[in-house]
Antibody, heavy 122, light 109 residues
């Protein structure tokens, strides 16, 4: 059974940093690209970032480019999101999501974690 | 950037009724469209991928159709557990990006 468990969320001041983690199990982690997707309170879904299975390729939404860094440790079956220069508009529930095999990052997200809440507030 | 527009914003129906949800893309996405269901306090769940393929474990009452710019998610007969928010989603090849519609809430009438 595929399981994705996020952690690391919390309250941080504007301009601060936070590192999110996602522990994966139930599949061969390094065979699959992984994503971060976020959802602001009461709002819709927004894709944030993608990393390829070997970690060699990464992509970001324009809204986070230059501030967020996605990474993974395949020896630990773990995905990360380093968030710097946080803004109030980054407040959201952050989900890690697995991509299916296929085109870079896949065409959809087949499994999701339960999310970790990031609140950026002074 | 491809924009996905879902309609209606809210659909008020009774259990047993048929639900028809629409998703329109600002330009062709071929058949690379997915649908998700999200219940309050829960993560999204993949229902349909590549426009018409049901994901693992999804009941047959859920079906997807369409290609190009116009897509439909149909729930043939609403069960109490189907009242939720539904999102469509597409991917762009270059630069790689994934976008969602704004969602349709299916509520109990």
């Amino acid at each position: 059974e595929v399981q994705l468990v996020e952690s690391g969320g919390g309250v941080v001041q504007p301009g601060g940093s936070l590192r999110l983690s996602c522990a994966a199990s139930g599949f061969t982690f390094d065979d699959y690209a992984m994503h971060w997707v976020r959802q602001a309170p009461g709002k819709g879904l927004e894709w944030v970032s993608l990393i390829s299975g070997d970690g060699g390729s990464t992509y970001y939404a324009d809204s986070v480019k230059g501030r967020f860094t996605i990474s993974r440790d395949n020896s630990k079956n773990s995905l990360y999101l380093q968030m710097n220069s946080l803004r109030t508009e980054d407040t959201a529930l952050y989900y890690c999501a697995k991509a299916p095999k296929g085109a870079t990052g896949g065409n959809y997200f087949d499994y999701w974690g339960q999310g970790t809440l990031v609140t950026v507030s002074s | 950037e491809i924009v996905l527009t879902q309609s209606p914003a809210t659909l008020s129906l009774s259990p047993g009724e048929r639900a028809t949800l629409s998703c329109r893309a600002s330009q062709s996405v071929s058949s690379y469209l997915a649908w998700y269901q999200q219940k309050p306090g829960q993560a999204p769940r993949l229902l349909i991928y590549d426009a018409s393929n049901r994901a693992t474990g999804i009941p047959a009452r859920f079906s997807g159709s369409g290609s190009g710019t116009d897509f439909t998610l149909t729930i043939s007969s609403l069960e109490p557990e189907d009242f939720a928010v539904y999102y469509c989603q597409q991917r762009s090849n270059w630069p790689p990006g994934w976008t969602f519609g704004q969602g349709t809430k299916v509520e109990i009438k």
